[in-house]
């Protein structure tokens, strides 16, 4: 099998290397085998890069199921974390964007006004994991194995799991290194643009997720589409000019796009 010899090639080359240089082969291994298996069915891609979509769906809100993304567990133990949220005022998000604390995507959407408890806890959790998925996005391969120094403040178990989701560990001279493939970069981008579209109502205007994502409007676009969103401009009632809107309707028709590298459409 082709894909089976490029795996053992890619294997043999991470043998004779040490430290980084190791790693990095260790990740072109990876991304190697993720190639080929890109070149499969639609539906194979769908199931391999796509969170569980229920395409079936009469409501928009039951086209996911929040526990495929954030698991009851995590819900828990980000309470004292969404309180934080929501006890903020416009001071707080003000000096939070001066800090950085946040993506402009999150602190755009702060303070929260809901007065149930509950559902405020929910949204704000998704806000809180679109933040740590941003952050896990653009971290360099060498700083993945940083688990503490990139997510400071944030409940083990949510750092577990999107490690888990998102990353391969393996060991390397005795040491555990850490990687994120191109598939395992993609389907990263597809679980965080859900949480965009939850959080969102299902109409996500994205330009400020680009800029905090550093990614082109084509790659967020294509990775929309490839979700059954359609890309349209929307001008609202006393604003001169347009934006740009991703927005997911029922019937979910998802569409037999092949991400490649770095999150962009296969041609």
Same mark, same amino acid.
């Given at each position: ?9 890619? +294997?043999?080359?991470?043998?004779? %290397? !040490?430290? #980084?240089?190791? @790693? !990095?082969? %260790?990740? @072109? ?5 993720? /190639? &080929? ?6 539906? /194979? ?8 979509? $229920?395409?079936?769906?009469? #409501?928009? $809100? ?11 567990? @995590? ?10 949220? &929501? ?6 998000? /003000?000096?939070?964007? @001066?800090?950085?604390?946040?993506? !402009? ?8 006004? =809901? ?64 990687? =994120?493939? #191109? +598939?395992?970069? $993609? ?9 965009? *579209? =939850?959080? #969102? $109502?299902?109409?996500?205007?994205? =330009? ?8 082109? /409007? ?23 000019? &347009?934006?740009?809107? &991703? ?6 028709? *998802? ?13």
């Amino acid at each position: 099998d082709t894909r089976i010899r490029r795996s053992i090639t890619g +294997k043999d080359r991470i043998q004779n %290397m !040490e430290g #980084d240089t190791l @790693e !990095e082969a %260790m990740t @072109e291994a990876i991304s190697a085998t993720d /190639q &080929a298996n890109l070149t499969s069915s639609s539906e /194979q891609h769908h199931s391999d890069i796509l969170p569980p979509i $229920n395409v079936d769906a009469v #409501d928009v $809100n039951d086209v996911f199921l929040i526990t495929d993304f954030i698991t009851e567990a @995590e819900l828990l133990a980000l309470q004292p974390f969404t309180q934080a949220l &929501a006890d903020c005022s416009t001071v707080h998000v /003000q000096t939070w964007r @001066e800090q950085k604390k946040f993506p !402009e995507f999150v602190l755009s959407r702060l303070p929260v006004l =809901m007065d149930d408890q509950d559902v405020a806890h929910l949204h704000l959790s998704k806000l809180l994991y679109i933040s740590y998925l941003i952050t896990l996005y653009k971290l360099p391969q060498k700083q993945l194995r940083n688990k503490l120094t990139n997510f400071p403040n944030t409940p083990p178990q949510v750092v577990s799991g999107i490690y888990k989701t998102f990353t391969s560990q393996g060991k390397v001279d005795g040491h555990v290194r850490t990687s =994120m493939s #191109d +598939k395992q970069r $993609n389907k990263l981008l597809t679980y965080l643009l859900c949480l965009t *579209l =939850m959080v #969102d $109502n299902f109409s996500v205007d994205f =330009m400020v997720l680009c800029q905090d994502l550093g990614v082109s /409007q084509r790659i967020i676009s294509d990775t929309y589409r490839s979700l059954g969103c359609k890309i349209m401009k929307i001008r609202k009632v006393g604003e001169k000019t &347009a934006t740009t809107h &991703a927005a997911l309707k029922i019937p979910v028709k *998802l569409p037999a796009i092949v991400l490649r590298k770095g999150g962009k459409k296969r041609d």
